[in-house]
C-alpha cells in the first residue's frame, strides 16, 4: 500500500487566498483525521471522520476552515480566506476504525506558508 | 488548554547513552498513551505504547514508563543511536475519546 498521501507537498500563497488541502488515506481505513502541527502547539486536532461522516469538528480553528470527505479515499481541507497565522504543515491520518486502540498511519503532510 | 505537555522542546544526548523523554498529563480518564516519532519532512510515526493497567512496555531498545499517580509517562531510548534523531511526539487518549491528544514535541539529536 502506497500510505497515506497528501497533495500538495508545499503551498505558498497569498493572505486572502483560497488554499485547498488533499488527502488519500489508506484503502480500507474508515477514520480519518485532519491534524496542524505547529512551534508551539504541537500537533493539534482539526477534525476526524468516521465512515465519511464527520465526528469531532471542535479543533477547526474558525469559520474559515472546513473539510469535506466525499467518499472513502478523499478528503480535502479548505482555509478561505488564508491569513499569514495559518502557516503551519498540515497532516492527514487514517485508521482502521474508531477505536483508540487503532493505530493511525499519518501522510508526510502539506507545508503552508500564507504570506 | 493541552491535556498532554511536553516540557523539553530539545534533548541532546550521545551516541550510545540514554534518552529520555518525558510526559506529563492533566487527564486522568486517560488510559491508553502511545509515542510518535517524526523524521524531517515526514509524517509521525507509531513508536510504542502503554496501557493504563501496565507501569512498563519494552521494545526492543525502546521502553516506556507510565506513572499514573504523577500523570506522567518517559520514553526510554537505550543505547541511542544517531538514527533515533528525531521528533517524539507523545498521545494519550481513553476509550469514549476516540482521538489522540499530542503533546507539543520534543526534539532528540543523538550525537555520533
Known amino acids: 500500500d502506497a500510505g497515506v498521501i497528501q497533495s500538495p507537498r508545499h503551498e505558498v500563497t497569498e493572505m486572502g487566498q483560497e488554499v485547498t488541502l488533499r488527502c488519500k488515506p489508506i484503502?480500507?481505513?474508515?477514520?480519518l483525521f485532519w491534524y496542524r502541527q505547529t512551534m508551539m502547539r504541537g500537533l493539534e486536532l482539526l477534525i476526524y471522520?468516521?465512515?465519511?461522516?464527520?465526528?469531532?469538528d471542535s479543533g477547526m480553528p474558525e469559520d474559515r476552515f472546513s473539510a469535506k470527505m466525499p467518499n472513502a479515499s478523499f478528503s480535502t481541507l479548505k482555509i478561505q480566506p488564508s491569513e499569514p497565522r495559518d502557516s503551519a504543515v498540515y497532516f492527514c491520518?487514517?485508521?482502521?476504525?474508531?477505536?483508540?486502540?487503532?493505530?493511525?498511519?499519518f501522510g508526510p503532510g502539506t507545508r503552508l506558508t500564507v504570506l | 488548554d493541552q491535556q498532554v505537555k511536553q516540557n523539553s522542546p530539545s534533548l541532546s544526548v550521545q551516541e550510545g547513552r540514554i534518552s529520555i523523554l518525558n510526559c506529563d498529563y492533566t487527564?486522568?480518564?486517560?488510559?491508553?498513551f502511545l509515542w510518535y516519532k517524526k523524521y524531517p519532512a515526514e509524517g509521525p510515526t507509531f513508536l510504542i505504547s502503554?496501557?493504563?493497567?501496565?507501569d512498563k512496555n519494552e521494545d526492543g531498545r525502546f521502553t516506556v514508563f507510565l506513572n499514573k499517580s504523577a500523570k506522567h509517562l518517559s520514553l526510554h531510548i537505550v543505547p541511542s543511536q544517531p538514527g533515533d534523531s528525531a521528533v517524539y511526539f507523545c498521545?494519550?487518549?481513553?476509550?469514549?475519546?476516540?482521538?489522540?491528544?499530542f503533546g507539543s514535541g520534543t526534539k532528540l539529536n543523538v550525537k555520533p
Open positions: 487527564n486522568s480518564m486517560f488510559d491508553y
Open positions: 491520518a487514517s485508521s482502521l476504525g474508531q477505536g483508540h486502540y487503532n493505530e493511525q498511519f
Open positions: 484503502s480500507g481505513h474508515n477514520s
Open positions: 498521545a494519550a487518549t481513553a476509550d469514549n475519546f476516540n482521538k489522540f491528544y
Open positions: 502503554i496501557s493504563s493497567i501496565k
Open positions: 471522520f468516521n465512515n465519511n461522516v464527520p465526528i469531532d
